[in-house]
């Protein structure tokens, strides 16, 4: 295996651009910090809009990547990672904001017809208790009524501990590198 060192051309990078010609000096780079700490020499990943003028290096390397439709012309935004919240995956389609999800909740149940008909279950419904009875005209059977539910908790702890999709996680400030 080549060492990069060995390369014939060790001034172009891996994605096919010189190095340091759009990254001088780390601009864009993302810094992450325990506390609530960000550098003189970078901005909250608070998705404030900034002036193209005053932050021309900056805008050189992420460009309108996260602007809203309503900014203005003259203006960039820079990503909004500490306010919203949300999680960083690494992915080859830089950018894209990925909806929360869950894999579907399937459930069977069946009965039985007749009086003494029994019901079978599978997944998150379960029995959850019968609700009065009755005698037919002629005497001749007992009817009962099942109330069935459905809760996701049952197939798996997971669910019902957030209001949204929530993996174990550490909150962070991220803070990007501007000069």
Same mark, same amino acid.
């Given at each position: 295996m080549?060492? #990069?060192?060995t390369l014939k051309t060790p001034t172009i990078n891996q994605n096919g651009y010189h190095k340091n010609i759009l990254t001088k000096e780390r601009i864009g780079t993302l810094f992450i910090y325990p506390t609530d700490y960000t550098p003189d020499d970078c901005l909250s990943c608070d998705g404030y809009?900034?002036? #193209?003028?005053? *932050?021309e290096d900056l805008y050189k390397v992420i460009g309108k990547q996260f602007n809203q439709e309503n900014d203005?012309?003259? =203006?960039?935004? #820079?990503?909004? *990672?500490? #306010?919203?919240?949300r999680f960083?995956?690494?992915?080859?389609?830089?950018g894209v904001q990925i909806d929360a999800g869950l894999p579907n909740i399937t459930a069977t149940f069946g009965v039985l017809s007749g009086p003494q008909g029994s019901p079978s279950f599978s997944g998150?419904? *379960?029995?959850?208790?019968?609700f009065g009875s009755g005698? &037919?005209?002629?005497n001749a059977a007992h009817h009962r &009524?099942? &109330?069935?539910?459905?809760d996701a908790s049952r197939s798996s702890a997971i669910y019902g501990k957030s209001? =949204?999709?929530q993996p174990n996680s550490q909150t962070v400030r991220i803070c990007i590198k501007y000069k």
């Amino acid at each position: 295996m080549k060492k #990069i060192g060995t390369l014939k051309t060790p001034t172009i990078n891996q994605n096919g651009y010189h190095k340091n010609i759009l990254t001088k000096e780390r601009i864009g780079t993302l810094f992450i910090y325990p506390t609530d700490y960000t550098p003189d020499d970078c901005l909250s990943c608070d998705g404030y809009s900034l002036l #193209i003028i005053d *932050y021309e290096d900056l805008y050189k390397v992420i460009g309108k990547q996260f602007n809203q439709e309503n900014d203005l012309e003259n =203006t960039f935004r #820079i990503p909004d *990672y500490n #306010i919203t919240g949300r999680f960083l995956q690494p992915n080859s389609n830089v950018g894209v904001q990925i909806d929360a999800g869950l894999p579907n909740i399937t459930a069977t149940f069946g009965v039985l017809s007749g009086p003494q008909g029994s019901p079978s279950f599978s997944g998150a419904v *379960y029995n959850a208790g019968a609700f009065g009875s009755g005698v &037919s005209h002629n005497n001749a059977a007992h009817h009962r &009524s099942v &109330s069935y539910a459905l809760d996701a908790s049952r197939s798996s702890a997971i669910y019902g501990k957030s209001a =949204t999709v929530q993996p174990n996680s550490q909150t962070v400030r991220i803070c990007i590198k501007y000069k």
